[in-house]
């Protein structure tokens, strides 16, 4: 088996090659002038089996990712598995408004075209995975974050909304402490209000974990709440780290003691790998 490294993916792909101790394909990328992608593959994978390792975030990576699965399958791949660290456009998983696009199924649906096999990490909803039109399934980064947050005398693991209550309590569960959730609106893309609510905060020190961070509005707003309730620390987790905009700038101003994400998507705050849990999802195929 072979493993492919997309742009979007370069560290986790190496990470990834060591961990199930299959070699990456040696590959060309690169830009014509005009931007447009190109990739060639620098060795033959005729009958091998192909894992393909692509954010599918912003837009041009999911281009980069179409274009590769094409690669691979013109170059007569027995079998392509397509690892989404991160799946982008999965929180428009459904028209909330007449006229609207269902994105997440329109770039399930292509990469679809190219697979034989899908796996991704924490998706914003699990029946996404249904989109795909070829099998699909995910992932959890939540016992990696737990891991790192164990060091860190975590008193209460907090869901920024009720519909993150169940990872919250799996990582507070693997961490052995109390977890709870707070209640969220949201107004718009970049607006949302966190009511109050009574929590037992009081000089303890707090981890709030959702799968996105966004623009920041969720957690910069948590945060507030938390602090105004008086809590001592607050650390903020996540699986995939957007980081839209202002969102670092929002976090740190709101008080939060430190960032912590992933490597779905790479950035400063990728302190998490979820190689291990990707690993362990596809042993079968090593
Ligand atoms: C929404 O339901 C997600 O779980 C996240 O809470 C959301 O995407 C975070 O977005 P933002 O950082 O823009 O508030």
Not at 78 to 107: C, H, M, N, T, W
Not at 145 to 165: C, F, H, R, S, T
Not at 200 to 213: L, M, P, R, W, Y
Not at 242 to 259: N, R, V, W, Y
């Amino acid at each position: 088996m072979y493993i492919l490294g997309g742009t979007s993916a370069t560290s986790l792909a190496t990470v990834l090659s060591r961990t199930l101790n299959q070699p990456l394909l040696k590959t060309t990328f690169k830009r014509f002038p005009d931007d447009e992608f190109y990739i060639r593959l620098e060795e033959p994978i005729e009958g091998e089996d192909v894992l393909i390792v692509q954010t599918a975030y912003p837009d041009a990576k999911i281009v980069e990712l179409l274009i590769m699965q094409d690669a691979v399958c013109e170059a007569g791949a027995k079998r392509i598995s397509v690892i989404l660290p991160y799946f982008g456009y999965s929180r428009q998983d459904k028209k909330f408004e007449e006229g609207e696009a269902i994105s997440a199924r329109a770039i399930a649906e292509h990469i679809s075209i190219h697979a034989d096999e899908v796996i991704t990490v924490d998706p914003h909803k699990e029946h996404i995975l249904e989109f795909f039109t070829t099998p699909a399934r995910s992932c959890s980064a939540v016992p990696q974050i737990a891991e790192y947050l164990k060091g860190k005398n975590i008193d209460l693991v907090l869901a920024p909304d009720m519909g993150a209550k169940d990872r919250a309590l799996q990582a507070a569960t693997l961490m052995g402490c109390e977890s709870d959730y707070l209640e969220k609106t949201r107004i718009d893309g970049t607006t949302v209000k966190i009511h109050p609510k009574s929590l037992n905060v009081h000089g303890k020190t707090v981890a709030i974990v959702d799968d996105i961070i966004s623009t920041g509005g969720t957690m910069a707003n948590s945060i507030k709440e938390l602090k105004h309730q008086g809590a001592k620390k607050i650390y903020v987790a996540c699986t995939h780290g957007l980081f839209a905009g202002q969102a670092k700038e929002k976090l740190t101003s709101a008080g939060c003691d430190e960032i912590i994400a992933t490597d779905t998507i790479e950035s400063e705050f990728s302190k998490v790998s979820v190689a291990p849990s990707l690993a362990q999802a596809l042993v079968h195929l090593a």
